[in-house]
């Protein structure tokens, strides 16, 4: 009976360890495309800031397009930091989670 449950364990830590690796590499994808958007976000704001300095002829955009521009500049840029930040905290604490799992098989095999 010994020997089942062993060889059980050793099944189950292999299985966890490819879980593990597989997680792992879906949340650094997932991670990597969270901060290309964030990037992203941010480009579009530094071209909204460049197109609000361009003026033809002396001719600027008028106040109150500069000031919708510079509201949507606070909400871009104000959703690409919340972006960055919940993507970092909630990276840290999946991995928290998978790698406390991988520990615990760990021990568990030992046993």
């Known amino acids: 009976m010994f020997g089942y ?4 364990c050793v099944l189950l830590y ?15 994808y997932v991670v990597s495309q969270a901060d290309f958007t964030a990037e992203n ?32 500049q606070t909400k871009i840029n104000s959703s690409a930091a919340e972006l960055s930040s919940k993507t970092k905290e909630n990276s840290e604490t999946i991995k928290d989670v998978i790698d406390a799992m ?7 095999i030992l046993v």
């Not at 449950?5 to 059980?8: D, F, I, K, L, T």
């Not at 360890?17 to 597989?22: D, W």
């Open 5 to 8: 449950v062993r060889v059980g």
């Open 14 to 28: 292999t299985a966890q360890g490819k879980f593990h690796g597989s997680t792992t590499s879906t949340l650094k």
């Open 41 to 72: 976000l941010r480009n579009v704001s530094h071209y909204l800031d460049a197109a609000q300095k361009i003026g033809v002829d002396a001719v600027f955009l008028p106040g109150d397009v500069q000031k919708n521009i510079d509201e949507v």
């Open 102 to 108: 991988l520990v615990h098989f760990e021990i568990l």
